[in-house]
């Protein structure tokens, strides 16, 4: 098992920033490539980005190219998910997620936080 607290989400205006934290407990942490994933009002939850266990490889969601970086420590079990140049269409509960495997789909994470609010205004 593991267990998985989100944290870092907000109010912020069009433009700026915010750092989400997820923060593991339970099994390795190192094993596991992580994800995060967000899931506005009425809509499915998304991909947004995902890092393997040792960071050298990550992914992300074609719109937050350029605006947002996944990153790891795995010596503190947390992975990070830096937001620059957040924009109103960003507005969702965002959520971390463990894998055995790198992966952009859902069905792939056993395990899942209980989700961060992120609104933005414009």
């Known amino acids: 098992q593991v267990q998985l607290v989100e944290s870092g989400g907000g109010l912020v205006q069009a433009g700026g920033s915010l750092r989400l934290s997820c923060a593991a407990s339970?099994?390795?942490?190192?094993?596991?490539?992580m994800g995060w994933f967000r899931q506005a009002p009425g809509k499915e939850r998304d991909f947004v980005a995902a890092i393997s266990w040792s960071g050298g490889s990550t992914a992300y969601l074609n719109s937050v190219k350029g605006r947002f970086t996944i990153s790891r420590d795995n010596a503190k079990n947390t992975v990070y998910l830096q937001m620059n140049s957040l924009k109103p269409e960003d507005t969702a509960v965002y959520y971390c997620?463990?894998?055995?495997?790198?992966?952009?789909?859902?069905?792939?994470?056993?395990?899942w936080g209980q989700g961060t609010q992120v609104t933005v205004s414009s």
């Open positions: 997620a463990a894998a055995e495997r790198l992966t952009s789909y859902s069905s792939g994470y056993a395990y």
């Open positions: 339970g099994r390795t942490f190192s094993g596991y490539s």
